[in-house]
C-alpha cells in the first residue's frame, strides 16, 4: 500500500512529500528543508520508519522546492530526477538564493531528465509522470493510479492555481495542461499540492475559479 507523508517547509510553506510502500524504498519529492531542524525533521521520520530513500524527484525546481536537495543527496547518495526544461530555472536559482536568505544553498545535478508518460519505479511501486507546465516549463505531476493520488507540485491547488508570473510561466498553458492532463484523471483522485492543503480532481473541475466549471474562460 503506497504512504505519502507531507512536511512544510521553509518561509513559503512548500510541502514536501515522502511516497514509500510496503517494501519500504521511498521516493523524496520536492525537498524543500533548509534549516537544520527541517533537514532533522526528514531524516528522523526516514530513519525511525525504516525507510530506504531510492531517488530524489522534483515536480519543478523553483528555489522553495529545491533547497533541500543537496542535502538529500549528500545524505542517501541517491540521484536526482527532473524534467529537462527544468534545467534553466534550476541554474537561476544559485543567482537569486542569496537575495531570499538563502545564502547556504548549493546547487545539484540532475542524473536523469523524466520524460512526459514516464514510469518512475521504486519498491513495487511506480509513479506515472504528466507533463504539466504553465507554471514552469518543464513542470510535472507524478501520479499513482492504484491509490489514486497525484503529488501535484505547483499546478493545481486546493482553489487555486500556480502563478504565472514567474519567468518560464504562460497562463494560459497553465489552464489548458491542467484540463487537458489532469482533469483527464478521474474525479476521485486525490492531490497533494505543492503548498497548502489537499484536494481531488473533482473537487476542484467542480468549484476551482480558474479551472472549474464556473471559470470564466
Ligand atoms: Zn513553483
Ligand atoms: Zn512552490
Not at 38 to 44: I, P
Not at 144 to 162: N, P, W, Y
Not at 191 to 210: A, D, L, M, R
Request: glycine share 8%.
Amino acid at each position: 500500500m503506497l504512504q505519502i507523508k507531507s512536511f512544510t517547509f521553509n518561509p513559503f510553506a512548500e510541502n514536501t512529500y515522502l511516497v514509500y510502500d510496503d517494501s519500504k524504498e521511498a521516493l523524496i519529492i520536492d525537498p524543500g528543508c533548509y534549516e537544520k531542524q527541517e533537514k532533522g525533521e526528514l531524516f528522523d521520520f526516514i530513519s525511525k520508519n525504516g525507510l530506504t530513500p531510492v531517488k530524489l524527484l522534483n515536480t519543478h525546481c523553483h528555489i522553495d522546492h529545491v533547497l533541500g536537495n543537496a542535502f538529500v543527496k549528500s545524505t542517501y547518495d541517491i540521484p536526482l530526477w527532473y524534467h529537462q526544461e527544468e534545467e534553466a530555472i534550476l541554474k537561476a536559482v544559485s543567482s537569486y538564493a542569496p537575495n531570499y536568505g538563502f545564502a547556504q544553498y548549493q546547487e545539484s545535478k540532475a542524473d536523469h531528465y523524466i520524460r512526459e508518460g514516464e514510469y518512475i519505479k521504486f519498491g513495487n511501486s511506480q509513479l506515472l509522470s504528466l507533463w504539466v507546465p504553465g507554471h514552469s516549463p518543464g513542470h510535472l505531476v507524478f501520479y499513482h493510479q492504484e491509490s489514486a493520488t497525484c503529488i501535484g507540485g505547483d499546478a493545481l491547488f486546493k482553489g487555486s492555481i500556480g502563478r504565472t508570473d514567474l519567468p518560464g510561466g504562460h497562463h494560459e498553458t497553465l489552464i489548458q495542461a491542467i484540463r487537458q492532463k489532469l482533469f483527464a484523471l478521474p474525479d476521485e483522485v486525490v492531490v497533494h499540492p505543492g503548498h497548502g492543503p489537499q484536494t481531488t480532481i473533482g473537487e476542484e473541475k467542480e468549484t476551482n475559479p480558474f479551472v472549474g466549471k464556473t471559470a470564466s474562460s
